[in-house]
């Protein structure tokens, strides 16, 4: 028997439902990981667009091959498995099953309907097929077609289903390849249109801004092109009322090449700024070093930049500059490119999307715990394994990954610390009984194993063993009962881009270390 099946946890980027990470192992579901969030939050899907995690909940609208269950008019007809519309008919249906929050619609057919999901609300023209995510009311919500095109229109198709995106985890794809767990800090974007570069909010000078024709990163036709009409500073350009002094901001946005492939971003006083080629994926110059460009698919990059403001000097505006590729302040006429989703954060780093549209919107902190799980784990001996990325080089807080008995006094765990290094701890009694460290950047992919047994205690990474300890003691039987991404008690979340965790119920060999740590 392959020792990996004396694994007794097993967690990766599974299945999943709001609240839930499923467990590999145990099949039984009694390590599933709850998942606390309390918001919606963006990943990057399998197909590389930049949307919502969320989970549909069952079908919650009749048939419409039967219209028999539904109200209608004396204006529609059946034909089959669809609804004809005529001018001025309608359909609709109060479903009693549905809670107050978010939608999914979607309709098929052809031609243009006008729907609502209350009496009181306002219709909204689409053109089928389409997809919309309405905000339902409270429980007994109606849906509505109405047909108001000048001719018939067919419907088909009919699906309306409750979106669950609180709590949902987030399995996320960036990069490509196989996903990973997304696990981030609580983040507020600052900007209160992110999407909509023509709102008032966001100044232009020497530019224009229009639709583009372009597929945004989420895959729709919302994106927008930016185009220098002179060479002055073409930018468009949005501010916060005020800053925190000696705070650090991270200024975001997605952007595509046009007919040129540069682009900057730049603070309006005092600030950094960064010319990226978004041909290239390349940095072209840089005033700091806390700039970064990642690439998506379909073309389209997120660049950012960071800074720390240091007094308040009242230009709290960040800018999205058109540049001919040598100074972030000079533009070509005519030349353009396309942007989307911009994003101003406190941090010291760029963290995934957070879409608004009239008011500043904040993500939660993403929280993954297990709690009752004794039977899964032995307190004497064992081994506490992650393959895992930190979101970035130096974490602003120490980052813990535990089993405990839901305190800091008895604990196994692996710690990101803000110095740059890692380390593998054991805390029994709330006495130390083994601390390993080891510098380095964990902002890459590792695996590391950490290997707990009276008086045998190790650290490997990447299939080499850093650190060993061979005095201390570890817990009487039935201690441990807790997996969580956290100190014992809670904060010092885990945060970063997590493959795989496992917990062995047995101290491994040396050999069988260096088997499951080696990249």
């Known amino acids: 028997m392959s020792f990996y099946e004396e694994s007794s946890i097993i967690i990766t980027p599974n299945a999943y439902k709001a609240g839930t990470l499923y467990a590999v192992v145990p099949t039984s579901g009694a390590a599933d990981m709850d998942v606390t969030r309390a918001t919606a939050a963006t990943r990057v899907d399998e197909s590389g667009l930049v949307n919502y995690a969320e989970v549909l909940g069952g079908e919650l609208a009749p048939p419409a091959s039967d219209i028999t269950q539904w109200d209608q008019s004396s204006s529609v007809t059946q034909s089959g498995t669809s609804f004809i519309i005529s001018t001025g008919g309608y359909i609709f249906e109060n479903i009693p099953l549905i809670t107050s929050g978010t939608g999914k619609w979607v309709i098929e057919g052809s031609g243009d309907i006008k729907y609502r999901t209350n009496t009181a609300d306002a219709y909204v023209t689409v053109t089928l097929p389409a997809t919309v995510y309405p905000a339902f009311g409270t429980p007994n919500s109606r849906i509505q077609l109405s047909n108001s095109s000048g001719s018939d229109v067919t419907v088909d198709n ?5 979106v669950d995106r609180d709590n949902v985890p987030r399995i996320d794809y960036t990069g490509g390849g196989c996903p990973h767990i997304l696990a981030e800090p609580q983040r507020t974007n600052l900007f209160p249109y992110s999407e909509d570069f023509t709102n008032g909010a966001w100044s232009k000078t020497n530019a224009t801004v229009a639709l583009s024709s372009e597929l945004s990163p989420d895959g729709t036709l919302n994106a927008y092109k930016v185009t220098a009409t002179d060479t002055n500073q073409p930018r468009v ?4 009322p005020t800053v925190a002094v000696n705070t650090t901001y991270t200024f975001s946005f997605f952007a595509k090449k046009g007919n040129t492939s540069f682009v900057a971003a730049s603070r309006f006083s005092g600030g950094q700024s960064a010319i990226f080629n978004l041909d290239t994926g390349a940095i072209v110059s840089s005033t700091t070093d806390d700039v970064s460009i990642t690439a998506l698919d379909n073309e389209w990059f997120k660049v950012s930049i960071t800074q720390e403001v240091l007094s308040a000097d009242g230009y709290n505006i960040w800018k999205i500059n058109l540049t001919n590729g040598t100074s972030s302040s000079a533009g070509v006429i005519g030349e353009y490119v396309h942007i ?16 608004t549209s009239g008011a500043t919107v904040t993500r939660n902190q993403d929280q993954f715990t297990r709690d009752g799980i004794g039977s899964l784990i032995n307190s004497t001996e064992g081994v506490l394994f992650v393959e895992m990325a930190t979101l970035t080089s130096v974490v602003p807080l120490n980052n813990w990954l535990t089993i405990t008995d839901g305190t800091n006094s008895n604990s196994v765990g692996i710690v990101f610390e803000t110095t740059g290094t890692t ?12 601390y390993i460290s080891k510098s380095g950047d964990y902002s890459i992919y590792r695996k590391l194993a950490f290997k707990w047994k009276v008086n ?21 039987a ?6 969580q991404l956290t100190y014992g008690s809670g904060g010092n979340y885990t945060n970063g881009k997590i493959k795989q965790l496992q917990v062995y119920p047995t101290a ?3 050999s069988e270390l260096t088997s499951l740590t080696t990249p």
Do not use: C, M
């Open 456 to 476: 045998d205690f190790a650290f490997w990474i990447d299939g080499v063993e850093v650190g060993s300890d061979t005095g201390g003691i570890t817990f009487s």
């Open 423 to 434: 380390t593998a701890r054991i805390e029994s009694g709330g006495v130390n009984q083994a």
């Open 237 to 240: 350009e949005d501010g916060i």
């Open 340 to 355: 989307y989703g911009a994003q101003l954060e406190e941090g010291s780093y760029p963290t995934s999307y957070i879409p």
């Open 508 to 510: 491994l060999s040396d």
């Open 158 to 162: 009919i699906s309306v289903k409750q």
């Open 478 to 483: 039935d201690t441990l009962n807790s997996l």
